[in-house]
């Protein structure tokens, strides 16, 4: 049947005048209308511009066979015949996911007056978010609300009008998280780096992945020194960082004593880092004894006048 259909077709004589017309296997439309001179090239104004149908939704394509062209072809009378019974013309529309975070604000709108914490993670499973044109004006909305406070299940209706398509609905469907405040690194730090204010970010971690004393804000690790290394991304624990160290590990110090009436000094060496107001041990270069002192200052280790001597041999 097919095959007969064609060959009327090969034989019929178009109704318009002859023009040089050729197939366009492939079409990318931006319109929602789908016209004439995006399937066929070398038709004149006028005709390219006849509107011929929808054209596919955001996102998608549409196939048309060489039976549907070569009837479209007559129905407009264009001097278009096929060369084959494969040939067909492939028409996509680009379209982009609406983005997650207007479907979260949409639904947060309806589901908070109903119970739902503000500052919960919205667990949506399995969604496939709507396509949509790229670059259009979008307004998203929810209706037909629900939300157990129990269970923290909840269900509603997106609505999503946008340029250049019809309204589409969709349900959906999910579950409310618990979050707690916590701070992330935004790129990977280094052992002993101090943090700046630009290497961490706030942000909401569900509940069930905390672990440990997290910091909950920047000013709590900014101008802190790191006890270990940091992943980007990674939560940090108020355990991870110190202040910043004064007295390096094997750093050069002065030994101070405080006397009455007299200020003593001594050189030293460190044996381990340490940050203002800690204990650290150093070696006296002088007598190659081992003290303890408090750090008072970058480089300055104080040593009490009652303070003795470890009765331990300086490590190299």
Do not use: C, Y
């Amino acid at each position: 049947m097919r095959r007969a259909f064609l060959a009327l077709l090969l034989l019929a004589t178009p109704a318009a005048a002859q023009d040089f017309v050729t197939l366009r296997p492939h079409a990318v439309v931006e319109e929602p209308v789908l016209r004439l001179g995006e399937i066929f090239e070398g038709l004149d104004t006028a005709r390219a511009a006849r509107p011929v149908g929808a054209a596919p939704g955001p996102g998608r394509r549409t196939v048309l066979e060489v039976d549907q062209l070569a009837a479209l072809a007559r129905a407009h009378g264009i001097a278009w015949r096929p060369m084959t019974v494969r040939e067909r013309a492939v028409v996509e529309r680009p379209g982009r996911p609406l983005p997650r975070p207007d479907i979260e604000a949409a639904l947060r709108a309806e589901l908070v007056p109903l119970g739902l914490d503000g500052e919960a993670a919205l667990e949506l499973g399995g969604l496939i978010p709507p396509m949509v044109p790229p670059g259009a004006a979008i307004s998203v909305a929810a209706e037909g609300a629900s939300f157990d406070a129990v269970t923290l299940r909840f269900a509603a209706t997106l609505v999503i009008v946008a340029e250049g398509m019809p309204m589409t609905r969709q349900r959906v469907a999910g579950r409310a998280v618990a979050t707690v405040p916590a701070v992330v690194a935004v790129r990977r730090l280094a052992l002993g780096e101090i943090i700046g204010p630009a290497d961490v970010r706030p942000i909401r971690l569900r509940a069930e992945l905390a672990r440990g004393a997290l910091a909950e804000t920047p000013a709590q690790l900014v101008g802190k020194q790191l006890r270990r290394p940091i992943t980007a991304e990674q939560p940090i624990q108020l355990s991870d960082v110190t202040p910043p160290a004064l007295v390096e590990r094997n750093a050069l110090v002065t030994l101070v004593l405080d006397a009455p009436g007299m200020q003593l000094t001594a050189g030293g060496r460190a044996l381990e880092a340490a940050p203002r107001g800690a204990t650290v041990r150093v070696v006296n270069l002088m007598s190659q004894s081992v003290v303890e002192g408090v750090v008072v200052a970058p480089g300055r280790v104080r040593v009490g006048a009652g303070t003795a001597p470890i009765a331990v041999a300086a490590r190299r």
